[in-house]
């Protein structure tokens, strides 16, 4: 399966500095244009280009753009409120690295890989202090009213708080119907801007797989209500969009069970399942080949190019391994993890994972 090429100039980077700048906030970067008064950003998580298609949505003002890379959440939601690249804000993955707390940490729950609890970190050292060229543009915004519709319980996590914790309002839902109720309250106040987040069509994908009976009917349902709502409501353009799609996994490695690979490592791998990041001052190029079927390596000079603008090369690690097939690279922390039981998957760079859509309505 062939690989895409990021282009950073037709993807949720570009759309987020359009945000950025509909919202008053000048950053330093080619933005798309985004028109209208009032914006709602409707993010559905795991809603990938081919699970629109197989679901059999058609609707006339879908696009497709890409993701950023890796195509996994935490990455995504950090370029979706910075309007920075992963190469800039640094959040690289769904293990990424950080020197500041001495190694591998899970960014969207702020701990480090094997700690169960959410936010262990936080108290010892914010977020900001780990991550500080991660700053939200919403943080800047002036005179605008802006909201938030999500989930119940992620109001108050760090990394909700330093991505887009700076709104006017956050609301939360409890259920799927609560979440529409919620949005067309939400619609009659005096928000410029509003950002709708459904994980949902993510979890299925990750838990049946991505084109599943229960995935698709997922997703046309939220679809449905949602494009209904959007269609009402004109004075509100609805930027319809996902961080990512999914690949169905055909087959699960685990790279802890792999000594041959690790002894050549200084730190675990980390990043995504479909996108390992290697830190290792031995030239494993050639081996990496050897030992895996179906894979792409790329070298730390050709890391920039898929991660957009980089800052500070101290970020990069010296390889990633992105798979050309549907197969799923783990390293397991935790001795009772079920990460390895997934059939979707996500992180890499196959069309199925990298291209999503970009529905405008009354745009
Ligand atoms: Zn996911």
Redesign the pocket.
Known sequence: MSLITPNYEQSLYSLACGISNFLGVKRDCSSMNISGNRIVLALL??FGWSTMRKAGIEVKEARKIHTVFPS??ATVISTLFTAMTPGEHGILGFNTYSMRLGGIVNAMRYTYPAVKERDSIKDSLSFSTAFPSLQSYLKEVNDVKTASVIPKGLEDVEFTGVTHGYVSETKTYIDFWDAFFNLEQTLQKDFKFIYFYIPDI??L??KYGPYSEVTLKATRDIFENLYNIAKKHTEFTFLITAD?G?MTTTETILLDQIPELINKLEIPPYGDSRAVFLRTRNDIHDYLYTKFDSIRVFKKNEIPSLLGKVNDEKILPDYIMVPTDGRAYIYLFKEKDEYYKLV???GGLTPDEFEIPLITVNG
């Open positions: 998580d795991g996994t959440t993510d979890s994908s990750h990512h999914h979707g998957h996500h």
